[in-house]
């Protein structure tokens, strides 16, 4: 069964009030090389296959996404993802979670060095660690996960499992603004497939894999083209 990997956050959510727009930070006015431009620069965190970090990679190099991976962090040293990243020529960083006292340290360690690099966005990669304050309050509405079901439906560990056993019909995949609530920030964008009658949770979870490629680009790409707004849980896009 192919394994479910899910950013799981703390319980601690802190409701998305009022409006918030997405505003492009400044671009260096000088930089004209797509990779020195600030707003643009994301982290991807991982700690296996990585295929959406693939995804991520295939999408910038044939020009649907226009961004730079500044740096690829995983919290496992055998996180295949890491070797996709290197051989996209890509920054990688291991940082074993194991290796600090607290998750507190751990998550300031993970801040530091994304800060470092000047990353507008974060993009949460089958990264399997919880996530508390200390990190989501130092990227507001700039931290983003995928999620292998059509949410609410099935948060957490399973997912496609989850959508299989339940019998349903239509299942799918979430990107989202990542809260302290479970699988449960603003959706920025879900696509849905089908659940055959002779599927398998391996064979479900192959299907929806593909619609993860598909949609975590294009997820990107909204969030750093800037003018959405986010209402209550609701993300709208700006136009486009
Ligand atoms: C994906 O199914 C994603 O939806 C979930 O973890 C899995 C990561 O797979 N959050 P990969 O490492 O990107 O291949």
């Not at 802190?14 to 797509?34: C, F, K, M, N, Y």
């Not at 300031?108 to 399997?128: D, T």
């Not at 920030?185 to 929806?208: K, S, Y």
């Amino acid at each position: 069964m192919m394994q479910d990997v899910v950013a799981i956050c703390l319980p601690s959510f802190t409701p998305v009030r009022g409006v918030s727009i997405g505003v492009r930070p400044q671009s260096d006015p000088g930089a004209s090389e797509l990779g020195s431009d600030p707003a643009r620069r994301i982290g991807v965190l991982i700690s296996g296959r990585g295929s959406n970090l693939q995804a991520l990679i295939d999408a910038i190099a044939d020009g649907r996404l226009r961004a730079e991976i500044a740096v690829v962090i995983a919290n496992r040293a055998d996180a295949a993802g890491l070797a996709r990243a290197r051989a996209a020529g890509i920054e990688t960083l291991t940082l074993p979670h194991r290796d600090y006292p607290t998750r507190d340290a751990f998550e300031a360690a993970l801040v530091a060095q994304l800060r470092a690099r000047g990353v507008a966005l974060i993009c949460l990669a089958g990264f399997m660690r919880l996530l508390g304050p200390t990190f989501l309050d130092a990227f507001p509405r700039a931290i983003l996960n995928i999620h292998p079901s059509l949410l609410p439906a099935f948060p957490g560990v399973d997912a496609q499992q989850q959508a299989w056993a339940h019998g349903a019909k239509i299942a799918g995949a979430t990107v989202h603004l990542v809260t302290g609530e479970l699988d449960g920030g603003p959706i920025i964008v879900q696509r849905a497939v089908p659940v055959e009658e002779d599927d398998t949770p391996d064979t479900l979870a192959a299907r929806i894999l593909d619609v993860e490629h598909q949609i975590y680009p294009e997820a990107v790409a909204l969030m750093l083209d800037g003018g959405w707004t986010i209402e209550g849980r609701r993300f709208r896009r700006g136009p486009r």
